[in-house]
């Protein structure tokens, strides 16, 4: 076979490339000082802010890896004989209260235990609240316009035919978000279950899809591709500071709003430093940094003040709490019945 | 004729190089595939002490998973299909429309992008296309109220994805196929039909089936396509068993689900198998012919079958041009300004995930070359106790979706005493384990068109099966080699599905980073990153290209050829 005298140089190239990568990395490995692992719900845009906070408040490094509540709870559980990290940091409580049955936390009750309302703690310390998230409505502007309509101001607004294949909100199978939308129709018919799901069947006609994450439909009801959809405040305010024409609206009924906590795995191997971040993150020394890094949760330490513009835009909304007892009982049957009558609604 | 390849080997018991090779494998395959599995059957089987698979075979009588499932092989049967009917036109436009390099060039580079991407980015790109306002279907077609999801859109994105791998396994294929042969029947008085029925498609055949397993594969355990596009109204299994473990926290649903995935996987696998084996096909005699010009295709065909893949190129061209677009702006669909932020933040925030990500491709890309090699050459000419078992469990993980894999490697090595979790070697395992199966095909499609004769000539002159593999085989299969090893760098720099569960504070991965990016509603950074993927793999696929084009003559092989030979 014949042989060309190019040979070595692309080999060299490679060779190169390889060695330069291994080079690059190996300061990774070289790592001092204290540091506490976490994995993050939080996204990391809000997450990363914070844990520099606490470096620059206590010298403790956090090490932090970001999945969404079901991956991360997941992982939790799968790592539960030899944990890698030591705080699941944010995430809708109703993925701690998952996870209690599975045994994987240490109580822990921080210094601002007694100062937090009922809602905004386990009773046993299992997890506490650090912030709460309430739910809105959010629509795209130029197709209100288009449609001629306002945004919506009740929950009988998104049965309009106007709305048709326009809505999107997240599924209850992967989404605390879907699971507090839920509970909060419940709610708004008085837990009377054959009337909220005879509302949920109809309002499915106008919804294009449910998304994976709670947050899921805010770029398309940004851009567009959606009219209108159910969210998180947080995630809501964030498309509107993105630069997307949205409005926040809220129904007249009342909607749910859901704590945002923080957990101490068992058999952590950083268990002292763990406790420190999760006293830091339930008192006021991080919940005050919300605000200056634009982070629109609010506050669940009654000490903090909302911040002003976040107060604005809640001002005269009817917000309720979803009861822990309540949805923690039916959570699984109800989920169960909005799969089987509202997802896959036959017609 | 019809004779297996393996049937005139020589046995194990002669041959210690073949029997420490055999058993190396096994212990490998033992340690990062079965055990695994094994662990997380455990898990799905057992409840405490007890043994009770009751509750997890229940999720099985669910009507919606029952549709789920019919849904996933309607899906794969598809993108199968059209997905090798693409893959054929374009291999046959290569290797027998008689273009020029410049036009291959084009078509290569083209049909490189989708196999060289990040998940979620052609999903993307269709949203932003065909939605209620897309691109296309609103401001162009000024169509109103359409619904991008569903079977069509997955269907169609799933094809544009994964067509190319058909594509790079049916080229060599048709170019091995030695145009003489062709010659000679045409000038036996057959015509150009005839000839390309009852010679060239015939000769293709274990290609087309091979192609086929690919796709269908490939489709069965896609599940970022389908969490995208599926929509509600067509729930497919791989994204149901994703659902069930990350949504409703049951991991023993989930596994269950998967596991369902395995009998179609495996049917088509062993159908396959024997529908190919039976057909014996050697072109590759060692005489080399005189070459001859490439006379099947008639002229006026030419122009209509390039027309078609530069049709089909220009939808994959558009659909880049929108993600690099994505990048360079500061909200796409909000706010069209020029900027190069995107950039920044990936090299500056996303510096250690684009790190980690390149030393864990650098080390899996030579040892799944390797191994698939190995592999390959072992099935295909070795006879030996356990070959097809080994054939079987060799696929496993990679027709398993890619989140079992990742939940099964993470319960598996996450206690001592093989406590792997956390670290790059675990998910360089995963790399080798789950996307070496491409090479394996490839060496053991590249072999049955090489005869035997050749080997047992090197064994009959006394040669040790080592050094007839070193200097007759290797050789040979060079171009498998590198096919293999091009596709566990390209998954390595690619893939999520498994590798989500695997990550860890110490090692991130660039494209777990897009779908967090993507959750976050970062457009920008998101296709930033993935525009720096195609442009990382395309430059080592390059180089790759290079390197395969010093060691073989100089026309034989192009940029895209390398990934096929």
């Not at chain 2, 384990?433 to 049955?448: C, E, H, M, N």
Request: positive net charge; charged residues 15%; contains cysteine.
């Amino acid at each position: 076979m014949p042989m060309s005298r190019r040979r070595p140089a692309p080999l060299a190239a490679v060779a190169l490339v390889l060695a330069g990568a291994l080079a690059w990395a190996a300061p990774v490995l070289a790592q001092t000082g204290q540091t506490v692992n976490a994995y993050s719900i939080w996204p990391e845009n809000w997450a990363r802010p914070m844990f520099e906070e606490f470096e620059k408040a206590t010298g403790i490094k956090v090490n932090f890896v970001r999945f969404s509540s079901g991956e991360a709870l997941a992982r939790v559980i799968a790592e539960k004989n030899n944990p890698r990290v030591d705080v699941l940091f944010g995430g809708p409580v109703e993925t701690h209260a998952a996870g209690i049955k599975e045994g994987i936390f240490e109580p822990y009750k921080p210094s601002s235990f007694a100062k937090l309302p009922a809602r905004f703690r386990h009773a046993d310390g299992q997890w506490v609240a650090i912030a709460d998230d309430p739910l809105v409505f959010m629509s795209n502007n130029k197709f209100l316009k288009e449609a001629n309509l306002k945004p919506p101001a009740s929950w009988e607004d998104l049965l309009n035919p106007a709305y048709k294949n326009m809505l999107q909100m997240a599924d209850a199978r992967t989404s605390g978000t879907a699971v507090t939308r839920i509970f909060s129709i419940l709610e708004v018919y008085g837990r009377d279950e054959t009337r909220a799901f005879d509302y949920m069947k109809k309002k499915r006609r106008n919804v294009q899809v449910y998304t994976k994450s709670g947050g899921g439909g805010t770029l398309p009801v940004g851009l567009g591709q959606a009219g209108a959809g159910i969210f998180f405040i947080v995630d809501a305010l964030d498309t509107k500071a993105k630069g997307y024409d949205v409005s926040i609206s809220f129904p007249k009924e009342g909607i749910g709003t859901a704590a945002e906590a923080i957990a101490l795995l068992k058999g952590a191997k950083n268990g002292e430093l763990g406790k420190k971040l999760i006293d830091w993150a339930s008192s006021p020394a991080m919940q005050t940094l919300y605000a200056k890094h634009k982070i629109n949760f609010v506050p669940a330490h009654p000490d903090v003040a909302v911040e002003p513009s976040l107060a604005e835009v809640l001002k005269g909304a009817k917000i309720f709490p979803i009861d822990d007892a309540y949805a923690g009982a039916n959570r699984k049957r109800i989920v169960d019945r909005w799969i089987n009558e509202v997802l896959n609604l036959k017609e | 004729m019809a004779r297996p390849a393996g049937a005139r080997a020589s046995g194990a018991s002669r041959d210690p190089a073949l029997w420490v090779t055999v058993a190396v494998l096994w212990a490998l395959l033992a340690l990062f595939v079965l055990y695994p599995l094994l662990c997380l059957l455990a898990r799905v089987a057992m409840d405490g002490e007890r043994l009770s698979p009751g509750a997890a075979l229940a999720v099985l009588g669910d009507p919606n998973q029952l549709r789920a499932l019919g849904n996933s092989l309607l899906l794969a049967a598809l993108v199968g299909v059209a997905g090798t009917a693409l893959g054929f036109l374009f291999a046959l436009t290569a290797s027998r429309a008689g273009f020029g390099r410049g036009w291959l060039a084009v078509l290569d580079a083209v049909t490189l992008l989708p196999l060289i991407s990040p998940p979620f980015t052609t999903a993307i790109a269709m949203i932003f296309s065909f939605g209620p306002r897309g691109l296309i279907t609103y401001h162009v077609l000024g169509l109103k109220g359409v619904t991008v999801y569903g079977l069509a859109s997955t269907f169609f994105s799933e094809t544009v994805t994964y067509f190319p791998i058909a594509y790079l396994t049916l080229r060599p294929v048709l170019a091995a196929i030695d145009a003489n042969v062709e010659d000679m029947a045409l000038s036996l008085g057959a015509s150009r039909f005839q000839v390309f029925r009852s010679v060239t498609l015939p000769l293709a055949i274990p290609g087309l089936a091979n192609a086929f397993l690919l796709l269908f594969a490939a489709s069965l355990a896609d599940f970022a396509t389908p969490l995208i596009l599926a929509g509600n109204s067509f729930p497919v299994l791989p994204t149901q068993a994703y659902l069930q473990i990350t949504g409703l926290f049951d991991l023993r649903g989930g596994a269950v689900l998967s596991f369902a995935l395995l009998v179609p996987a495996f049917a088509v696998f062993l159908l396959q198998r024997y529908w190919v084996s039976r057909r014996y096909y050697v072109t590759v005699t060692g005489k080399a012919g005189a070459r001859t010009a490439v006379k099947t295709v008639a002229p006026w065909l030419r122009p209509v079958l390039l027309a078609l893949c530069l049709a089909v190129a220009a939808v994959i061209a558009y659909f880049y041009a929108l993600l690099f677009y994505a990048s360079v702006v500061v909200a796409l669909g909000a706010n069209h300004a020029w900027t190069w932020r995107h950039y920044h933040v990936i090299f500056t925030e996303g510096a250690k995930a684009i790190r980690d990500t390149l030393v864990i491709a650098g080390l899996s890309m030579p040892l799944g070359g390797l191994y698939g090699v190995v592999v390959g050459y072992l099935i295909a000419r070795k006879r030996f106790m356990g070959r097809q078992a080994m054939e079987i469990v060799s696929m496993l993980n990679y027709a398993l979706p890619g989140t079992i894999v990742g939940i099964a490697y993470l319960i598996a090595f996450n206690d001592p005493p093989l406590a792997l979790t956390g670290g790059a070697l675990l998910i360089v395992a995963c790399y080798v384990f789950r996307y070496s199966p491409t090479g394996i095909r490839a060496t053991v499609a590249q072999l049955q068109q090489i005869d035997p004769a050749l080997e047992e000539a090197s064994l009959g002159l006394g040669a040790s099966t080592a050094m007839t593999f070193r200097r007759v085989t290797l050789p040979l299969i060079t171009p498998a080699f590198f096919a293999g090893l091009g596709v566990v760098f390209i998954r390595s720099m690619t893939a999520i599905s498994a590798t989500i569960f695997l990550v860890s504070i110490n090692w991130t991965l660039i494209t777990v980073r897009i779908l967090e990016n993507m959750t976050e509603l970062s457009l920008g950074p998101a296709a930033a990153f993935s525009v720096l993927v195609v442009a990382i793999v395309y430059v080592v696929i390059a180089a790759i290209g290079r390197l395969l084009r010093a060691l073989r003559a100089p026309d034989a092989v192009s940029l895209g050829g390398i990934l096929g030979g």
